[in-house]
């Protein structure tokens, strides 16, 4: 079955307490996407890649890192993590042209105490 | 950047009732999709639709990009179909992103 994958569903951290949200997808996409959603706001683009070793800014960047070694693989790092980073992540992925349908993993919902 | 505007904001049916929502956008865009926010927070796909008129099984939607909107019509509405639905556009220029309308929140009550 095609699909993105995340991992884990749900997490509740510390703050400063280093975290890695992974995202996998299987449909050989070249482009993947991070977004956070949270009320009032919406859903917000973090990172995006457009292949392996192409990464970039989106809207909310602050706070994140990302990395793109392998085509499947782009995990969402938070390297000391804060309470206004509690939301709910969102990895998306597609083909590389402007304008192909994006599939969303089922989403993981973050909590930082 | 490109504007959503969704409509209505809520919507609250008796199980087996019709609806559309509505999508408005700014710009041209190469891509728009509906989704569906279930209780869950998971985000489901539920078409792919730049252009023309789509259909699966009791969902429709038409997209009219010369005039910018598109519909999403739900025919005998279900309790499943509660949550919140999302219109996403990408623009035909610029960085590749999705930009979310604020979505339709949907009640069907038994």
């Known amino acids: 079955e095609a699909q993105v994958t995340q991992n884990p569903r749900y997490l509740i951290t510390v703050t400063g307490k280093k975290l890695t949200v992974t995202c996998s997808q299987n449909?050989?996409?070249?482009?993947m996407s991070w977004y956070r959603q949270d009320p009032g706001l919406g859903l917000r683009q973090i990172y995006y890649?457009?292949?392996?070793?192409?990464?970039d800014k989106g809207d909310v960047p602050e706070g994140y890192k990302v990395s793109r070694k392998e085509k499947r693989n782009f995990p969402l790092i938070l390297e000391s993590p804060s309470p206004n980073q509690t939301s709910l992540y969102f990895c998306?992925?597609?083909?590389?042209?402007?304008?192909?349908?994006?599939?969303f993993g089922s989403g993981t919902r973050l909590t930082v105490v | 950047g490109i504007q959503v505007e969704q409509s209505p904001p809520d919507l609250i049916l008796q199980e087996g009732a019709n609806s559309t929502l509505r999508c408005n956008f700014s710009?041209?865009?190469?891509?728009l999709q509906w989704f569906h926010q279930n209780p869950w927070g998971q985000l489901i796909n539920l078409f792919y639709?730049?252009?023309g008129t789509k259909q699966n099984g009791r969902l429709s939607a038409t997209t009219v990009a010369t005039e910018r909107y598109s519909l999403l019509y739900i025919s005998s509405s279900q309790t499943t179909d509660s949550g919140v639905y999302f219109c996403?556009?990408?623009?035909?220029?610029?960085?590749?992103?999705?930009?979310f309308g604020s979505g339709t929140r949907l009640q069907v009550q038994p």
């Open positions: 998306a992925s597609s083909l590389s042209r402007l304008g192909d349908g994006y599939t």
């Open positions: 449909m050989n996409h070249e482009y």
């Open positions: 890649s457009m292949n392996v070793e192409v990464t």
């Open positions: 710009d041209s865009v190469n891509n």
């Open positions: 639709i730049p252009s």
């Open positions: 996403a556009v990408e623009r035909k220029t610029g960085r590749r992103a999705l930009t």
